[in-house]
Every structure is written in C-alpha cells, then in structure tokens.
C-alpha cells in the first residue's frame, strides 16, 4: 500500500483542522476559490432525510475538492472531506442566516434532544471511502437572555445548528450520546479508520 505524508482538507472549519492536529495528522487546506459557489452544494432537496442529506453533501464536497485539486495541478494525496448537520426529527437545521434565525434555531432546541450527524469522507487516488458518525445532544431549558446574549457573541454564525459544543453554551448542555469529535464536526474514530485504510502517516 503506498503511504501518504499529508491530506488535503477541505473545509475552512478551524476545528476540524485542530482534530486533525489532535491525530497527528499533516493537513494542508484545499479551499474553494471565489469563483465556486460552494454555499450552493448545501442546498436541501424537499423530503430529504438528514443522513442522506449529509451525506449527499458531503459526497458534492468531495467531488467538487478532487475536481478542484486537478484543476490546480497539486501534488497528489488524499483529500477528506466532512459536513455536519443537526436534526430535530426530520428537521434541518443548517448555519443561522442572521440573528433571528439564530435564536428561533436555538429557542426550537431549547429543552429538546436533537441529533448531530457528521459525515466523512475521503478521496485516495481513484478510492472514495466514507462513515457517518450520528450523535444526540440534550439541552436544558435556556433562558431567552442567555440565547440573545450567545447571538450577540457571534458565535452560532457559520455553525450547523447555531452553536458550537466547545462554546459557552456547553453550560447548558445536559448530555451527549456518541462522538464529542463527531459534534465539533470531526469523528475523529471513524476519520482516523478511513485515513489508516488509506496508507495515510499519523505524526507521533
């Protein structure tokens, strides 16, 4: 099996690339260039369950970073690829638009249990693998003041769900079922497994 000293990654979440520094894992990013309307590959087919829906997503990412490194002519090595969505029921919940999304996104989580589904996957030459990590969140009862003031922070922008487990809205977290990686929007069993198939070096 021929072995690989980096991956690229695609994505532009800085946590993903810190999970990936967790494992020891070279990485260089393979970003989308302006003239990519990447937004558009997130987009939600009516009727679409939320697993398929993150995993479709994640296969248009992979497709769309492989294109993207051929067209730029780069060294070869596996690309990885992820996408995280949370799930009320059959419900979507995707990055807040603004504010008011924001809140209405969090009020709606409020004293609720909802799913965080992650999928991952990677390019190897003419391989594509991938794994699909789901999780549960439990969040308490969350006083309208503690939503607004979370929105007001900035942070649940760009965030599935309109927050990030490893923020201040942790206090109201009751329990989680399943990967804590897999919520920040990296499994990191299931994406070390692919890598480790894949010939990739983990860094010790």
Not at 19 to 24: E, I, N, S, T, V
Not at 69 to 97: E, S
Not at 196 to 204: P, S
Request: charged letters at 20%; proline letters at 6%; one cysteine or more.
């Amino acid at each position: 099996m021929k072995k690989h000293s980096f991956i690229y990654l695609a994505s532009q979440s800085p946590r993903r690339r810190q999970l990936l520094d967790q494992l020891g894992v070279r990485h260089e990013l393979l970003l989308a260039s302006p003239d990519e309307d990447a937004e558009a590959l997130e987009d939600h087919i009516p009727g679409e369950t939320p697993a398929v829906y993150c995993e479709r997503v994640t296969q248009l990412k992979l497709a769309a970073a492989v294109a993207r490194l051929n067209k730029r002519g780069l060294a070869p090595a596996p690309v990885l690829c992820a996408d995280t969505t949370v799930a009320l029921g059959r419900r979507i919940f995707g990055k807040p638009v603004d504010a008011d999304d924001a809140v209405a996104t969090l009020t709606r989580l409020s004293g609720r249990t909802h799913r965080v589904i992650t999928a991952v996957a990677l390019a190897s030459g003419r391989a594509r693998t991938s794994r699909l990590s789901v999780s549960t969140v439990r969040f308490a009862e969350v006083p309208p003041p503690v939503i607004a003031g979370y929105v007001a922070s900035g942070e649940p922008f760009g965030k599935a769900g309109a927050y990030a487990i490893q923020s201040r809205i942790a206090a109201w977290i009751e329990r989680i079922g399943g990967s804590y990686s897999g919520i920040m929007g990296l499994p990191l069993h299931e994406t070390a497994q692919l890598l480790l198939a894949a010939g990739v070096q983990f860094q010790e």
